[in-house]
T-cell receptor, first 112, second 114 residues
Framework: QQPVQSPQAVILREGEDAVINCSSSKALYSVHWYRQKHGEAPVFLMILLKGGEQKGHDKISASFNEKKQQSSLYLTASQLSYSGTYFCGTDSSDFGNEKLTFGTGTRLTIIP | EAQVTQNPRYLITVTGKKLTVTCSQNMNHEYMSWYRQDPGLGLRQIYYSMNVEVTDKGDVPEGYKVSRKEKRNFPLILESPSPNQTSLYFC?????????????FGSGTRLTVV
C-alpha cells in the first residue's frame, strides 16, 4: 500500500520554509526521500533508518517517527533550485526482501 | 561515471509487438528494480531483483517479465504490450536494497503503445 503524502502541491516564495509529510499504515524500517525535476529521473536525497537520528544536509533535513509511522521533510529558506516533485519511499517489508513503495508525490514550486 | 543506463529513451510501438527495455548499471549494485510512473499515481514497482537469478514481483507485475542473468543487466520485457502499458519507465539500482542504501535511477524510457 502506497504511503500518503501531504500536501499534494505547495507554492512558496524564495526564502520561505516548507514541510512535506509522509504517512504509512504499516510499520516502517526505513524511509527514503527523492526529488524529481520535470523531465528528469528522481534523485536520492536521504534515507532514514529505524532507530536512527534525524538527518539533513545544507537546508534540507528530515525526521522519522517510527511509532507514528511518519516522516517529514523540511526545506529551510527555499531556493529556486528546490522546485520539483518530492517523493517519499517507504520500506515496510519483512524477511529481508526490501521493497520500496513510493507515495504519489508533492509538487513544490518556488517563485522569486 | 557511476550510472544506470536505460535504452531506448523513447519508444512507440503497436499493440502485441514484443519489446525489451534494457537497463545496465556500472556500480556493482546487487539490487535492481523497475518502476512505472503515471500522472497522479507516483512510482509503482513492477519487479525487483535482490541478486543474480533472484527476482520477485512488485506491486504491478502483470504483463511484464524480467530476467537477471548478469549482475549489471536487468531487462524489462513486454511480451504483448497493450495501450494501458503506455507509461514512463524507470530502472533503479542500489548497493543492497532499500534498507540502508539510496536508489540510483536511470533516465527513463517513455513508452507509447498504440
Amino acid at each position: 500500500q502506497q504511503p500518503v503524502q501531504s500536501p499534494q502541491a505547495v507554492i512558496l516564495r524564495e526564502g520561505e520554509d516548507a514541510v512535506i509529510n509522509c504517512s504509512s499504515s504499516k510499520a516502517l524500517y526505513s524511509v527514503h526521500w527523492y526529488r524529481q525535476k520535470h523531465g528528469e529521473a528522481p534523485v536520492f536525497l536521504m534515507i532514514l533508518l529505524k532507530g536512527g537520528e534525524q538527518k539533513g544536509h545544507d537546508k534540507i533535513s528530515a525526521s522519522f517517527n517510527e511509532k507514528k509511522q511518519q516522516s517529514s521533510l523540511y526545506l529551510t529558506a527555499s531556493q529556486l533550485s528546490y522546485s520539483g516533485t518530492y517523493f517519499c519511499g517507504t520500506d515496510s517489508s519483512d524477511f529481508g526482501n526490501e521493497k520500496l513503495t513510493f507515495g504519489t508525490g508533492t509538487r513544490l514550486t518556488i517563485i522569486p | 561515471e557511476a550510472q544506470v543506463t536505460q535504452n531506448p529513451r523513447y519508444l512507440i510501438t503497436v499493440t502485441g509487438k514484443k519489446l525489451t527495455v534494457t537497463c545496465s548499471q556500472n556500480m556493482n549494485h546487487e539490487y535492481m528494480s523497475w518502476y512505472r510512473q503515471d500522472p497522479g499515481l507516483g512510482l509503482r514497482q513492477i519487479y525487483y531483483s535482490m541478486n543474480v537469478e533472484v527476482t520477485d514481483k512488485g506491486d504491478v507485475p502483470e504483463g511484464y517479465k524480467v530476467s537477471r542473468k548478469e549482475k549489471r543487466n536487468f531487462p524489462l520485457i513486454l511480451e504483448s504490450p497493450s495501450p494501458n502499458q503506455t507509461s514512463l519507465y524507470f530502472c533503479a539500482s542500489s548497493l543492497q536494497g532499500a534498507r540502508g542504501y539510496g536508489y540510483t535511477f536511470g533516465s527513463g524510457t517513455r513508452l507509447t503503445v498504440v
